[in-house]
């Protein structure tokens, strides 16, 4: 596992622990309401003998949830807790079915408290574990509220004085005969109950599934706009769908590459005097606005940008996705910067900018250390894009396009401007332009 991984992994463990958290909070403040609710209802319906026993089981189950609410979140809680609690319900419930009265106001046998549906306060606590988002929490709350219900069960029929089962009909009873012992209020089936309980664990286990499939989901786009903040990181906000989904692939590591491409170097005219009379703010606001144009531009011809120096852009195409025609998309992003150049303002300023383009083998990959990389391409035709961009001012050009550019793209309509010396090649290097934009001021 990468750091990278490791840390992505933790991110998304918090975020879950915290969406766990506020689930919580929101099912216990359901919860403490409902029970009072509900607690104040039976008090007042079931008459003044029973209103103590409910008022104080009400009573438990609120506090234990205040309890609870206070501790989430807190310096106390623990992965643990949460089950803890779940099981603090369970028990109280379990205990009170197997203990409470079937009905003070009547003398019942206790064997009717299986009559009054007791059994569906199991699915208010699996509902309270589903606020969690938890999984392992949501199976566990079927699990221990069907044992909570068999064992509350098992006692009231360890206890009863005699109990009747569904083998207590006799076959081919007449309806008068199945009424007797389904009526009697003695009737305890165990079938009964093993097929509520097991029904509790089927629903909490399909809630489980459901959830687990709800997580994963999550997951898969937390995963996926962590990827896209990367590449983000890495290139800026333009990039080209296709070199973002390739990215996305890589999950942001792309190995050194050498390959041939086309490097775009553009560089701002004039840049030294507009910086004295705009100052530090004033030519931020206009750079800002120019390269956001030239972004554009450079990303929807399938280029990226690897750097931003100063006011120059170094953009690359052909990496780190394959396009046959990065010498064209070069070519057409150049141009069309210049144009788009001519006829704007930026922050309320008309500037130019020259352009080199040339195409040649370069290394490529993700460079950097402490946690803080770039994609960034080497060679000699990124310097050779460089020094051609420079020229320009000499030739009094804003565009020059290297030989081995102008090769790959024989129709483009190119002007051969002479045989130059570019610093750092032995031979004279052909460079060509293309008519675009005049040049409106000198650095």
Same mark, same amino acid.
Request: proline fraction near 4%; glycine fraction near 10%.
């Given at each position: 596992?990468?750091?990278?991984?490791?840390?992505?992994?933790?991110?998304?463990?918090?975020?879950?622990?915290?969406?766990?958290?506020?689930?919580?909070?929101?099912?216990?403040?359901?919860?403490?309401?409902?029970?009072?609710?509900?607690?104040?209802?039976?008090?007042?319906? %079931?008459?003044?003998?029973?209103?103590?026993?409910?008022?104080?089981?009400?009573?438990?189950?609120?506090?234990?949830?205040?309890?609870?609410?206070?501790?989430?979140?807190?310096?106390?809680?623990?992965?643990?807790?949460?089950?803890?609690? #779940?099981?603090?319900?369970?028990?109280?419930?379990?205990?009170?079915?197997?203990?409470?009265?079937?009905?003070?106001?009547?003398?019942?046998?206790?064997?009717?408290?299986?009559?009054?549906?007791?059994?569906?306060?199991?699915?208010?606590?699996?509902?309270?574990?589903?606020?969690?988002?938890?999984? /392992?929490?949501?199976?566990?709350?079927?699990?221990?509220?069907?044992?909570?219900?068999?064992?509350?069960?098992?006692?009231?029929? /360890?206890?009863?004085?005699?109990?009747?089962?569904?083998?207590?009909?006799?076959?081919?009873?007449?309806? @008068?005969?199945?009424?007797?012992?389904?009526?009697?209020?003695?009737?305890?089936?165990?079938?009964?109950?093993?097929?509520?309980?097991?029904?509790?664990?089927? #629903?909490?286990?399909?809630?489980?599934?459901?959830?687990?499939?709800?997580?994963?989901?999550?997951?898969?786009?937390?995963?996926?706009?962590? @990827?896209?903040?990367?590449?983000?990181?890495?290139?800026?906000?333009?990039?080209?769908?296709?070199?973002? =989904?390739?990215?996305?692939?890589?999950?942001?590591?792309?190995?050194?590459? =050498?390959?041939?491409?086309?490097?775009?170097?553009?560089?701002?005219?004039?840049?030294?005097?507009?910086?004295?009379?705009?100052?530090?703010?004033?030519?931020?606001?206009?750079?800002?606005?120019?390269?956001?144009?030239?972004?554009?531009?450079?990303?929807?011809?399938?280029?990226?940008?690897?750097?931003?120096? /100063?006011?120059?852009?170094?953009?690359?195409?052909?990496?780190?996705?394959?396009?046959?025609?990065?010498?064209?998309?070069?070519?057409?992003?150049?141009?069309?910067?210049?144009?788009?150049?001519?006829?704007?303002?930026?922050?309320?300023?008309?500037?130019?900018?020259?352009?080199?383009?040339?195409?040649?083998?370069?290394?490529?990959?993700?460079?950097?250390?402490?946690?803080?990389?770039?994609?960034?391409?080497?060679?000699?035709?990124?310097?050779?894009?460089? %020094?051609?961009?420079?020229?320009?001012?000499?030739?009094?050009?804003?565009?020059?396009?290297?030989?081995?550019?102008?090769?790959?793209?024989?129709?483009?309509?190119? @002007?051969?401007?002479?045989?130059?010396?570019?610093?750092?090649?032995?031979?004279?290097?052909?460079?060509?332009?293309?008519?675009?934009?005049?040049?409106?001021?000198?650095?």
């Amino acid at each position: 596992m990468t750091a990278e991984t490791g840390q992505f992994d933790t991110q998304i463990r918090a975020t879950f622990r915290r969406a766990e958290e506020q689930g919580l909070k929101i099912a216990l403040r359901g919860k403490i309401v409902a029970v009072a609710l509900l607690v104040s209802y039976l008090a007042v319906t %079931r008459g003044p003998a029973s209103a103590p026993v409910f008022l104080m089981a009400g009573a438990l189950f609120i506090v234990f949830g205040m309890l609870h609410y206070w501790i989430i979140g807190t310096s106390r809680d623990r992965p643990w807790v949460k089950y803890v609690f #779940i099981t603090i319900d369970i028990a109280l419930l379990s205990v009170f079915v197997a203990l409470g009265p079937a009905d003070l106001n009547h003398e019942l046998p206790k064997a009717m408290t299986f009559r009054f549906g007791g059994f569906h306060y199991y699915y208010v606590i699996v509902a309270i574990a589903g606020f969690s988002f938890s999984p /392992g929490l949501m199976l566990w709350a079927g699990v221990a509220g069907s044992i909570g219900w068999v064992g509350a069960f098992y006692y009231v029929l /360890g206890n009863a004085d005699r109990a009747l089962q569904w083998s207590d009909v006799p076959a081919g009873a007449t309806p @008068e005969q199945f009424l007797a012992v389904v009526l009697d209020p003695h009737f305890l089936p165990f079938g009964t109950r093993l097929q509520e309980s097991m029904l509790l664990i089927i #629903i909490a286990a399909l809630l489980t599934l459901v959830m687990s499939r709800a997580r994963r989901t999550v997951y898969a786009h937390l995963e996926a706009e962590a @990827e896209r903040r990367n590449v983000s990181d890495l290139f800026g906000r333009h990039v080209p769908r296709s070199v973002a =989904e390739l990215m996305i692939e890589a999950r942001g590591e792309l190995a050194p590459t =050498e390959r041939q491409a086309t490097v775009l170097f553009a560089d701002v005219a004039g840049f030294t005097n507009l910086t004295e009379r705009l100052g530090p703010t004033g030519i931020t606001n206009v750079l800002n606005a120019y390269f956001d144009d030239a972004a554009n531009i450079i990303g929807a011809e399938g280029g990226i940008i690897t750097q931003f120096q /100063g006011d120059a852009i170094l953009a690359v195409f052909n990496l780190p996705a394959s396009d046959p025609d990065h010498a064209g998309a070069a070519l057409r992003a150049g141009t069309r910067m210049l144009e788009k150049v001519a006829s704007s303002r930026y922050d309320g300023e008309t500037i130019g900018i020259r352009v080199g383009i040339n195409t040649g083998n370069v290394v490529a990959g993700n460079v950097g250390g402490g946690g803080r990389e770039n994609y960034t391409v080497h060679g000699d035709a990124v310097n050779a894009a460089a %020094r051609l961009e420079a020229m320009n001012k000499d030739l009094g050009t804003t565009l020059l396009v290297s030989k081995s550019t102008a090769d790959l793209v024989p129709h483009a309509g190119l @002007e051969r401007v002479g045989s130059v010396d570019v610093r750092g090649q032995s031979d004279q290097t052909v460079v060509f332009t293309r008519p675009v934009v005049s040049e409106t001021s000198d650095d």
